[in-house]
């Protein structure tokens, strides 16, 4: 009876293997068809744009032959070789514009819980309060001239709060970018010859692409551009506006890390700053990557 139950527990063994075997090979082989469709795939559509190409080119030198032959009909049978070649080379180009009109498949960035919603919430509360209540004392003793900017700010939070890990929302590139973009923005809007629709437009595109350019890309940089551009705000109220975006970098470091999911700012971008101020030492910080990778 034992061995007849060793067989039969053999049996099954062999049998759930020989199961698990067909379904990996399956797998394997499913995983095997799909790369070699996508390979067919890319060597057909590489084959078409080199096919495509050769034939412009082809074109190309027809056209160039029947220039330095010099005949008398060589403008007529240039003319017809373009209008062959061009018709190919236009639907080309067109869908190629279409494909990218179409999107890359990437997938869309996952949604926030409901904790991580109210945490959202609340850094964005708590620190629209402090710079609207900071606002109102600057307005009701040094008058509207003297007050903050605020439109700006709602661009800010969003960044500040609901992508914080994401360059824009960095400290360097927050102040880089509202320095820059606001004295520019003064600057031209103070330039009593540029007419009215020219001067928000030309600040805010040269805001933008040195922004770009510096690598200190910050989105409510451009809207202060566009706002500090048509000339209605004194250049103290620059100074007001950096002193309230560093409160609110203050704030979103204080809310953000308050959250074990969080970690705000991911760079400061000024290394001998962050020195001074957190006393951050090098080697401590290389120990503690050692000793996590070990």
């Keep these: 009876a034992s061995t007849y139950a060793h067989r039969e527990h053999r049996k099954q063994v062999m049998e759930a293997r020989s199961r698990a075997a067909e379904r990996g090979w399956k797998k394997f082989k499913n ?6 469709q996508r390979l067919r795939n890319h060597v057909e559509e590489n084959a078409k744009r080199k096919r495509m190409k050769l034939e412009h080119n082809e074109e190309k030198l027809k056209l160039s032959n029947i220039v330095e032959s010099g005949r008398s009909t060589s403008i007529t049978q240039s003319i017809t070789v373009q209008a062959k070649a061009a018709p190919k080379f236009v639907c080309y180009q067109l869908q190629k514009f279409y494909k990218k009109c179409l999107g890359a498949k990437t997938k869309a960035p996952p949604v926030f819980s409901w904790k991580e919603a109210f945490w959202t919430f609340a850094g964005v509360f708590l620190t629209l309060s402090i710079l609207t209540n ?29 992508l914080t890990s994401a360059p824009a929302s960095q400290p360097r590139n927050i102040m880089g970018g509202q320095i820059m973009g606001m004295l520019l923005a003064y600057g031209i809007g103070e330039i009593p010859s540029l007419p009215s629709w020219l001067r928000p437009t030309l600040a805010t595109s040269i805001a933008v692409s ?12 451009g809207a202060a551009a566009l706002l500090f551009a048509a000339g209605k705000y004194r250049l103290a ?38 020195k001074l101020l ?9 120990e503690e990557t050692e000793k996590k990778k070990t």
């Design 31 to 36: 995983r095997v068809l799909l790369i070699h």
């Design 134 to 162: 900071i606002n109102t004392v600057l307005a009701q003793t040094y008058g509207s001239d003297y007050t903050i900017v605020m439109g700006p700010f709602g661009a800010l939070m969003t960044l500040q709060y609901g």
């Design 210 to 221: 040195l922004m770009v350019k510096l690598g200190v890309t910050h989105p409510p940089a």
């Design 278 to 286: 957190f006393c951050i030492d090098e080697s401590t910080n290389k």
């Design 237 to 274: 109220q620059v100074g007001i506006n950096l002193v309230a975006n560093i409160i609110a970098i203050v704030m979103a470091v204080l809310v953000n890390n308050a959250n074990k999911h969080r970690q705000y700012p991911t760079f400061w971008g000024l290394k001998r700053v962050q």
